[in-house]
């Protein structure tokens, strides 16, 4: 599995964001979809993840109830959305996929995609 990430950009605080990560391959809907984040200076992150199906998601406590995360399997596409963004939101955020379980580890996701910077002013 290839993974596409982008839509990552400069907004202001309170502000939003979609990040799209398309893939490549016919079994994407196999696979467990997260997304990770790197801010400067600190370790990589979990946001969140998705299930193959998309019926199932889970956050990182940090980001619940702003960020809410999609899939359209026909698409081969998976997305975050980010809402009432912070400074502290800025890093490099990546998709990554799994079929090992749906766990937050980053040890379980095999295929990573480049990353996509997204930076907070206030």
């Known amino acids: 599995v290839q993974l596409q990430a982008s839509g990552g950009g400069l907004v202001q605080a309170r502000g939003y964001l979609r990040l799209s990560c398309a893939a490549s391959?016919?079994?994407?809907?196999?696979?467990?979809m997260g997304w990770f984040r790197q801010a400067p200076g600190k370790e990589r992150e979990f946001v969140g993840m998705?299930?193959?199906?998309?019926?199932?998601?889970n956050y990182a406590d940090s980001v619940k109830g702003r960020f809410t995360i999609s899939r359209d399997n026909a698409k081969n596409t998976v997305y975050l959305q980010m809402n009432s963004l912070k400074p502290e939101d800025t890093a490099l955020y990546y998709c990554?996929?799994?079929?090992?379980?749906?766990?937050?580890?980053?040890?379980?996701?095999?295929?990573w995609g480049q990353g996509t910077h997204v930076t907070v002013s206030s």
């Open positions: 990554a996929a799994n079929n090992k379980g749906y766990r937050e580890r980053q040890s379980f996701y095999d295929y």
């Open positions: 391959g016919r079994t994407f809907s196999s696979y467990i």
């Open positions: 998705i299930t193959g199906s998309g019926h199932s998601t």
